[in-house]
Every structure is written in structure tokens, then in C-alpha cells.
């Protein structure tokens, strides 16, 4: 289990606020803060969004970027093209770039961008089209959530991608729980021991994508055997957006990352029955019987 340097994803999603250079600001401040990855999320909100969605108000004015709901997404959206010179900032200053995907018009367009994995958000993993599209059409990992999600709808996906041979090879699962932010009576980080039990040899790694507060549970979520850890950044969390709230900014990704780190370092067993640190302690300190 503890063979894999944990991996941090810093989700960007939109926290941008539809503004492109603080895109690229919060991607170099990941990097800063040492993650792997700097994600995005990608939406064809016409195609994703009926039309009453797209023109009922934002159930949260005050966060809202638009006149309608369909508004706010729009003014959120970045086109394929800036996706790819977000790609290409990120590779230039030395991060990692990904993107969840939403809907089989976005899938098409990140695809086409080639990044190492594509993710599949909680509320579309049931999208069979759209993950179709993947399967078959990109060749980089998927990375799956599983909030709001049922043990059997699980099963569905890590069966489909079984169907051609490619879960061991491609398929990351996600421990989630959909809310922003999550109580931690709501976190149920033991899911993460059911992934392992029930599809450990059967995908090829687990993560945790957490929308709490603090780092801590991440820190026992990578010892439970989650190896990707996915939190949601910002450069500042009064911001106005739905997910700010839930989100890290730079001292906690700066501490998550190092604890993540210093964790993996840990997690050892003895070579040693004494270890050469402990040596000269034995010598002084170890009860002799007169």
C-alpha cells in the first residue's frame, strides 16, 4: 500500500472566477505549494443543462456571475483553446494539468488536449456515453468520484471499463462525499478500506477528494490507501463562488503537502531491530540491572 508517493491534485475547478490570468496565477501558486497536478473543470453548459436549468436565477444570488443559472456557467467557461495554454503554462512552470469533464462536448475537446487523466465528477459517472468516450477514444488514466454515488453504480464502472481490459491499467476510483464543505461525522473515510477490499486488484489506484475543512483527514485517508489526494484551492477562500468555502488556500496546500510527504517518509517498518539513531539512547538510557 505505502510503495506510492501520495499525489496532491489542486482543484482549481473554478475558482478562477471566469478570469483567465488568475487561472494562471492559482496553477503557478500550486506549483509553489508543491502539488502534482493543477486541475480545471470543463462544461458545455447548453448541453449539460436543460433549458429550465439554464434559465432559473442561481439558487445562490450572491455567488452568482449571471443574470441565470445557465449565465453563471457560461461566464465561468474557458474554450478549448484557453484549456490549452493553461496546459501548456502549467507544463512550462513544472505542473502537471488536468480537467474533470461534464458532458461528452467537453470530453471531446479535453481528449483532443491529451493530458496525463481525465477526471469524471461524482454527479456524471453514471454518463455511460461520456465515459464510453473515454474508455475507447483516450488513451491517459480516468479518474472516477464516487459521491451521491450506490455500492452497485460502482460496480457498473469498474465492470464497463473490465469490458475491454483497461481498469487495472486506467481506472482511479475516488472516495467522495458530495457537500461544500463536508462535516467530518460525513466523511466516512472507511469507504476508502471498501474500494480496497472490493476492487483493490481489480483497478489501478484509489484516491480521496475531499471538500472538508483542515488536512488532517487527508493525512489519514492517504494511510487508509488512498494515494491521490484532491482538495480544492484558492487564493482566497472569501472570494464569491460556491466552492471557496471548502477550499485550501496557499498555507494549507503548502502544509498538506508537506505533511503528505513527511507521512509517506514514516510509513516504514524497522530494518533494524535498532535503529542507529537509537544507538547511542540505548547505551546511555537502557535500564541495566545492577
Known amino acids: 500500500m505505502y510503495n506510492t508517493a501520495p499525489r496532491v491534485i489542486s482543484e482549481i475547478g473554478c475558482n478562477h472566477m471566469g478570469q483567465f490570468e488568475i487561472a494562471k496565477e492559482l496553477i503557478l501558486l500550486s506549483k509553489e505549494c508543491k502539488a502534482n497536478y493543477a486541475k480545471f473543470q470543463k462544461r458545455n453548459s ?8 439554464y434559465d432559473a436565477p442561481h439558487p445562490v444570488p450572491y ?62 459517472n453514471n454518463h455511460f456515453e461520456m465515459l464510453r468516450l473515454l474508455r475507447d477514444t483516450y488513451r491517459g488514466d480516468v ?96 472570494w464569491r463562488g460556491t466552492d471557496h468555502a471548502a477550499s485550501l488556500e496557499v498555507p494549507g496546500l503548502q502544509k498538506l503537502v508537506r505533511d503528505l510527504d513527511h507521512t509517506y517518509e514514516a510509513l516504514t517498518y524497522k530494518p533494524s531491530e535498532i535503529l542507529e539513531i537509537e544507538r547511542v539512547q540505548r547505551e546511555k538510557l537502557k535500564y541495566r540491572a545492577h
Open 46 to 53: 447548453r448541453e449539460l443543462l436543460t433549458s429550465d436549468q
Open 63 to 124: 455567488n452568482a456571475y449571471g443574470a441565470t443559472y445557465g449565465a453563471h456557467r457560461e461566464f465561468l467557461e474557458f474554450s478549448q483553446q484557453q484549456h490549452a495554454e493553461l496546459k501548456a503554462y502549467a507544463e512550462s512552470v513544472g505542473i502537471g494539468y488536468a480537467t474533470s469533464v461534464w458532458d461528452i462536448t467537453s470530453a471531446q475537446e479535453i481528449i483532443e488536449l491529451n493530458p496525463d487523466f481525465i477526471k469524471v465528477p461524482s454527479a456524471c
Open 143 to 238: 479518474h472516477v468520484s464516487t459521491g451521491m454515488t450506490k455500492l452497485d453504480e460502482i460496480e457498473q464502472i469498474v465492470a464497463f471499463f473490465e469490458e475491454t481490459g483497461q481498469a487495472r491499467e486506467r481506472l482511479v476510483v475516488y472516495n467522495c462525499t458530495s457537500g461544500y464543505p463536508v462535516p467530518f461525522k460525513d466523511i466516512c473515510l472507511l469507504e476508502i478500506l471498501r474500494i480496497q477490499q472490493t476492487y483493490g486488484d481489480r483497478i489501478k489506484e484509489i484516491g480521496f477528494s475531499g471538500h472538508h475543512l483542515g488536512i488532517a483527514v487527508d493525512i489519514a485517508a492517504y494511510t487508509l490507501g488512498a494515494v491521490w489526494i484532491e482538495r480544492h484551492f484558492t487564493k482566497d477562500r472569501t
